[in-house]
């Protein structure tokens, strides 16, 4: 039986929405994308030219993982390079995009069954800015994170962001910023992909277009998982991104390139039906 919350779920799903905004994964890889211009940055580019400007943007970020789940509530957000070892040029960038609160107090008020507390001392992470930069370089929306809560289970994340539809219909853009596939310590300094990164992804995409996304929330019962998800933190914001997913919306590839072996640049538009490219 729908509980009520899954009711007006399904119900929403039935309706023609003309002013949802869509939905983005971004595999952002290397925090050298915010100051370079290669495929990947040119393709975040024109997706912001196509889609319609949004209201607000929210970014669950593979790189601020809490106790409990956070949102950033300042007016002003700093820039963080929580990096080591990269050019001076890219410690010199800064995003200085304002906050909204506002939109922060929506968020905790749409949640009515998780727990999300206001956070001051955070920021917008190198996940949220490196892709930013391209995709509004003026920095002239407000922009704030959502967390991820290091203690909640796949599935209670991906019940979270379907509290959060409605933000969708109030014009903000939702972006899950991490990668399909992660695993540093498999690095190579060549094009090739790893056998197992291939047949990671290729079982991500097949899922996904099944509709049926129960196999991609528990991930641990894929083949390879171990190899492409060593640890959670890229990966779950795809399930953020799938949960805010309705009926009446399509999805799009793009960026479907595997660098160094094993890191994933696959990301995900989420888009109406009507709005269909």
Known sequence: MLGLHQFARAWDNEQ??????????????????????????????NIAKEISIPKAIMVVSAHWETVGTKVTAMQHPRTIHDFGGFPKALFDAQYP???????????QDLSTHW????????????????????????ADIP??????????????????????FELRKRGVL???SGNVV????????????????????HTVKTIVDTDNFS?????????????????????????????????TDSIRYFNDVTTNGSISMLGLLIHQKKEAR
């Not at 905004?21 to 975040?44: C, K, Y």
């Not at 995009?97 to 968020?107: D, H, L, M, N, S």
């Not at 922009?143 to 959060?164: G, I």
């Not at 390879?224 to 959670?232: E, V």
């Open 174 to 176: 939702i972006i899950g």
């Open 16 to 45: 023609t929405i003309e002013t949802v905004m869509p939905v983005l994964f971004i595999g952002h890889g290397s925090p050298m994308n915010a100051i370079e211009q290669n495929r990947f940055t040119d393709t975040w580019k």
């Open 143 to 164: 922009v704030f994170q959502m967390s991820l809560d290091v203690r909640k289970k796949p599935e209670e994340q991906f019940a979270l962001a379907q509290d959060l």
């Open 97 to 107: 995009a304002a906050g909204t609160p506002e939109f922060a107090k929506q968020t």
């Open 215 to 247: 196999p991609l929330i528990q991930y641990t019962s894929l083949e390879n998982y171990k190899y492409a998800i060593p640890t959670p933190e890229h990966y779950l914001p795809l399930l953020y991104c799938l949960g805010l997913k309705t009926k």
């Open 182 to 201: 992660h695993n540093l310590r498999m690095i190579k300094w060549d094009n090739s992909a790893f056998d197992w990164a291939e047949n990671f992804i």
């Open 115 to 138: 727990k999300i507390d206001e956070d001051h001392e955070w920021g917008l992470d190198h996940g949220t800015w490196s892709v930013l930069m391209s995709m509004y370089p003026n």
